[in-house]
């Protein structure tokens, strides 16, 4: 695999999972504003997105299983860092959603 395709891989991660990241802080402030049901569809389509970033980092972890050569460099770094937070964020969210229908009964 040639680094303009490891490239397009990592910015693949970091678009999805930052439109993910996105989708959560707004789904944060439907929770504020008591509007649960829409801050869990916004929760459903941050996980959409944070899916199609988990499709391209397995897309690369299978060529890499299948004794393909990958090099990693600082953007796919970037990139993974990107992703796990923003599947750390959306736990984070779905934990808080879970207090604040909690807290409407």
Known sequence: MDQE????????????SGSSR???HEAFAMMRNNELTY???????ANEEVLLAHQS????????SSGETVHMDIIMVHAQ???????TLREVALEML???EKLEK
């Open 81 to 87: 860092d990107h992703l796990m937070t923003t599947m």
């Open 57 to 64: 980092q397995t897309a690369l972890m299978q060529q890499y």
């Open 22 to 24: 996105t989708m959560i």
């Open 5 to 16: 395709q490891i490239q397009r891989i990592a910015f693949e991660i970091i678009l999805h």
């Open 98 to 100: 879970h207090l604040y």
């Open 39 to 45: 801050a869990v569809d916004k929760l459903q389509e």
